[in-house]
């Protein structure tokens, strides 16, 4: 079974800065496109960051120029680095990625991790 692990969230004022990190685990043979979305009270899901396995890469336009998206393919890992954080990042954050394992190629979920920017 296929495995994604979150960590990094929490309380920060406006203007500071979280570093999430999603580690993937399982019989894992290669991992293609991993991503973030985030989910905000009483909206839609909605994509973050995406890296595909060659690097490229695509944000949200509400993002750009402050969070990067990175990932270390040896630890199966897809950061997700959140500088001048505004209140309306406020959401649970999810990591998505595209797993080919040892039961075949599928999509997964991390369990989300709560972001919170407030004073």
């Known amino acids: 079974q296929v495995q994604l692990v979150e960590s990094g969230g929490g309380l920060v004022q406006p203007g500071g800065s979280l570093r999430l990190s999603c580690a993937a685990s399982?019989?894992?043979?290669?991992?293609?496109?991993m991503a973030w979305y985030r989910q905000a009270p009483g909206k839609q899901r909605e994509l973050v960051a995406q890296?595909?396995?060659?690097?490229?890469?695509n944000y949200v336009d509400s993002v750009k120029g402050r969070f990067t998206i990175s990932r270390d393919n040896a630890k199966n890992t897809v950061y997700l680095r959140m500088n001048s954080l505004k209140p309306e990042d406020t959401a649970v954050y999810y990591c998505?990625?595209?797993?080919?394992?040892?039961?075949?190629?599928?999509?997964?979920w991390g369990q989300g991790t709560q972001v919170t920017v407030s004073a």
């Open positions: 998505y990625a595209d797993i080919n394992w040892r039961g075949g190629r599928g999509f997964y």
């Open positions: 399982g019989s894992i043979f290669n991992i293609y496109a």
């Open positions: 890296i595909t396995s060659t690097g490229t890469i």
